[in-house]
């Protein structure tokens, strides 16, 4: 297990170094100056020469990568080009809108997934599992920023179901504490129900926007374990110790398919927190997105680049979490691949079997 953490980790550590570089450099390769975006076209030749200096734009790229790497390690993530304040306040500010988003997300995301992958497969239902594949299909096929948009036609200026892009709550409600950056959990705390129904209403669309691709991705994985062990021995013992067949796949085989899942939540997760830009521009939700979007516009490198490195090492570390739970689950996981062939020589692991296409899926 400690071989497999530092190789991990080791991985880790060389994926954040490269898209941090990669994405540094890409920047600063954008046509356009930040100072003559931030000073105006009548700034002189001495003020730019000046922004510059005081923001760490005259070394070379390689020495500004090292100063910004030194520092965001240091806890000082630099001041933006555009409103002067502290980038690490300003993303502190808004990181409790998006996390509550991708959350709620992620949850309905999950959840829903679990359940039309086992109403799919418990039962042989030809119709019912061709709904599912389409669903996963269409899901897996339709850009967030569309469906976005489309949401907002619909369920907003067509019927008026949903709010609108208003943020996270409805311009006419009275204030309430702050006490944890969190809209939801404030109105509860605060004893407001108007607010907390006005704060979930707002969430129900962003929320299917940003999580209806992650549906589709776990349904699909989740769909196809289950099927791949719904024959199998110890599912049949489990019915014919009584139990029904609902009752055999969600105490037997829903365990055994988790793994794949729990792979591909991580993905998800990591997704959602760093994909939620263009979700976040369509519902003008106050979270980082907008932040993000306006530091591109205005070429606030500082911005841009520590959500990029947030997002590398989020991603990265989410996705180490969910092999370390994987590898406990499973110990198997945790062998080094270099080492799976020595082992398999030696009687260690077992040999992969070829499919047999004659077996039932």
């Known amino acids: 297990m400690i071989r497999f953490l530092a190789h ?43 922004f510059r200096s005081e923001n760490g734009l005259d070394g070379s790229i390689l020495e500004q ?54 109403v799919s497969t418990y039962r042989h239902r030809p119709w019912v599992d061709r709904i599912a594949s389409a669903i996963a299909f269409i899901g897996m096929g339709t850009p967030p920023f569309w469906l976005g948009l489309l949401c907002l036609f619909v369920f907003f200026q067509q019927t008026h179901l949903l709010p609108g892009p208003e943020g996270q709550l409805s311009p006419d409600l009275a204030p309430f504490p702050e006490r944890t950056g969190f809209v939801t959990v404030d109105a509860a705390l605060a004893g ?33 374990s289950l099927l791949e062990i719904a024959d199998e021995p110890f ?14 796949f969600v105490r037997h085989a829903l365990p055994n398919a988790a793994l794949p899942a729990l792979t591909a939540s991580g993905l998800v997760l990591g997704q959602l927190l760093t994909g939620s830009v263009l979700v976040e521009a369509v519902f003008d939700w106050p979270g980082i997105g907008g932040l993000v979007v306006d530091g591109i516009a205005n070429k606030d490198y500082t911005v841009v680049q520590v ?27 945790a062998v080094v691949p270099e080492r799976r062939a020595g082992r398999r020589a030696r009687g260690l692991l077992p040999s992969p079997q070829p499919l047999d296409p004659a077996e039932p899926r």
């Open 65 to 118: 990568y090292w100063r910004f790497i030194a520092n965001f390690v240091q806890g000082d993530w630099g001041t933006s080009f555009a409103s002067g304040a502290p980038v690490r306040e300003l993303i502190g500010q808004r990181a409790p809108a998006t996390v509550e988003l991708v959350l709620v997300a992620f949850v309905a995301s999950v959840g829903l997934a679990v359940l039309v992958a086992l």
């Open 8 to 50: 991990r980790a080791g991985a880790a550590l060389a994926s954040i170094f490269a898209a941090s570089l990669l994405a540094f450099v890409l920047l600063r390769l954008v046509p356009g100056d930040p100072a003559r975006q931030v000073l105006g076209q009548f700034a002189t030749p001495e003020q730019l020469a000046s």
């Open 307 to 333: 959500f990029i490195m947030l997002s590398a090492t989020i991603y990265v570390l989410v996705n180490l979490l969910v092999d370390v739970l994987a590898a406990t689950i499973d110990p198997r996981v």
């Open 192 to 224: 407001r129900p108007d607010a907390l129904g006005s704060a979930l209403a707002h969430l129900i669309l962003p929320a299917f926007t940003l999580g209806f691709a992650m549906f589709a991705f776990l349904l699909r994985v989740l769909r196809s």
């Open 235 to 248: 599912v049949s013992a489990a019915e014919s110790k009584g139990l029904s067949r609902w009752s055999a």
